[in-house]
């Protein structure tokens, strides 16, 4: 496909301008001088209108999303949401509100209705997770983290705790080490036994230079740890902090709370359980609750309620660890989570849940015949398999199940984690896949291990159906060609 701009046409347009009517006096007073202008004119593609709709019509062509097909990412909760949020959070009133009126003065009056969309956003989420108060500012899942344990820095240092280590199990997801690591931490690996965290070897690491643990329950190997009200009994008794990474909240909505189950900070992804799929990088939101003692670190500034029932920012806070973001987070990405959770309610979050964890389960039970389970065992909202048998007798690997998918129209589940299973396939289908798509990607995965024994080179070359093929993806993740290439 040619790129926008090979299509260019010297003088063509896209659009018609109309004369200008601005003074000339006006436009000389007001252009830039000549030390501030291009020595040069851009160099912008000259394409009609008919050719800028065309190109970026075959560009969507070329992509899959979560509009074009079962699309079963594992750990990203890549589910199809519905379009009202959209509408909603396109809704003049709040699409067109200036970001700085409420702290203009009286301006929050006027701003009203946006300040108690957080307002009883933090409301709801305290609900579904148990917690005491939320920030909505952190901007996506990993900021969350960041500013999860930054609070958790923040409770030891007035506790005047000196505290070095942040615990994470093996199978955690990557950017919780990280998080750790930037916020100072030195990170230390807790092994899994049967797929979940080993409390035994939790106990044997936890010292008085533990800060806290960070958890994902659910994990990221589709399993609930059972252990869990003994593992934050421990972390407790130490005076760590038990912090829950809700990337995979989708399983246990309406059922089970962070907060039940003795954590103590958690961060949402809006983006993945509420509403607004991740493609792409974004846009995200991250917020973090915590429980009530450790309510006074919240970011500021945070939306309060006065004695008349009016909505104001409040930035009074002495101990708070500060900003961690302009504004109020992605304001857009939570009017959606918003919408989204008033229209299901309690039951209907329940339900997602219920339906995510048995879709998971059927497909589990489908495919065990011909695809080893990483762990036999009744699996939440995700499953994980494992195609090392496939490599070791057949020569096929898990991205070679991945590239077939393409060709039998799926997006590839999430391939080689997590760590601890080997040619690791994680599948994670969703609460908004019907059984009959769920069937079809069952049959494709079939096909593709029937294949596995009878032609590994087929899948060797697969895809074959994308416009570019099999492509080195080490060389084009670390030196990507991004821009024309010079005549």
Not at 115 to 138: C, D, K, S, W, Y
Not at 257 to 265: C, L, R, V
């Amino acid at each position: 496909m040619k790129t926008i701009f090979e299509k260019s046409r010297p003088g063509r347009r896209g659009a018609s301008l109309p004369c200008s009517r601005v003074d000339e006096r006006f436009c000389r007073l007001t252009e830039l001088p000549p030390e501030l202008r291009r020595a040069q004119p851009a160099e912008l593609p000259e394409v009609a209108e008919i050719d800028l709709v065309r190109h970026y019509t075959q560009l969507s062509r070329m992509n899959f999303g979560v509009d074009v097909g079962t699309y079963p990412l594992g750990s990203c909760t890549m589910k199809y949401n519905p379009k009202f949020t959209e509408v909603v959070s396109r809704l003049p009133g709040f699409a067109g509100l200036h970001p700085l009126l409420p702290q203009l003065r009286r301006g929050g009056l006027l701003a009203q209705g946006s300040l108690r969309v957080i307002h009883e956003l933090e409301q709801l989420l305290n609900r579904i997770t148990g917690m005491h108060a939320f920030t909505m500012q952190p901007l996506a899942g990993a900021h969350g983290e960041l500013t999860g344990i930054m609070i958790m820095a923040a409770y030891h240092n007035d506790k005047g705790n000196q505290r070095s280590v942040v615990l994470v199990p093996d199978s955690a997801h990557g950017t919780n080490p990280a998080s750790a690591a930037i916020a100072g931490y030195e990170v230390v690996t807790v092994p899994s036994k049967g797929g979940v965290m080993d409390p035994t070897a939790f106990k044997e690491k936890l010292s008085d230079q533990v800060a806290g643990v960070m958890m994902t329950n659910p994990n990221t190997v589709g399993l609930f740890n059972p252990h869990i009200a003994e593992i934050a009994e421990a972390a407790h008794r130490a005076d760590a902090l038990m912090y829950y990474d809700g990337a995979n909240l989708n399983a246990i909505m309406g059922m089970a709370k962070p907060g039940e189950m003795g954590f103590d900070i958690v961060h949402l992804n809006l983006h993945k359980t509420f509403g607004t799929p991740h493609g792409g990088g974004g846009p995200g939101a991250g917020p973090v609750g915590v429980v009530e003692h450790l309510a006074e670190y919240l970011p500021i500034s945070r939306v309060e309620m006065r004695a008349d029932g009016t909505l104001f920012l409040n930035y009074d806070h002495p101990k708070s660890i500060g900003y961690v973001a302009p504004f109020y987070g992605n304001f857009g990405v939570c009017l959606k989570a918003f919408a989204y959770i008033l229209a299901l309610g309690g039951e209907g979050l329940k339900e997602v849940s219920e339906d995510a964890v048995l879709a998971a389960n059927y497909l589990r039970a489908q495919l065990d015949a011909k695809w080893q389970v990483a762990f036999d065992k009744t699996c939440m909202h995700e499953v994980v398999f494992s195609a090392a048998d496939k490599a070791a007798e057949h020569g096929v690997s898990a991205v070679d199940v991945a590239k077939a998918l393409i060709d039998a129209g799926f997006h590839p589940p999430t391939i080689y984690f997590p760590l601890t299973v080997k040619e690791a396939l994680m599948i994670e289908p969703t609460e908004t896949e019907a059984k009959e798509n769920l069937d079809a990607l069952v049959q494709a995965m079939n096909r593709i291990a029937d294949l596995a024994a009878e032609d590994p080179e087929a899948l060797h070359a697969a895809p074959l159906s994308t416009p570019v093929g099999r492509l080195d993806e080490v060389e084009a993740a670390r030196h990507p060609v991004l821009k024309e290439p010079e005549a």
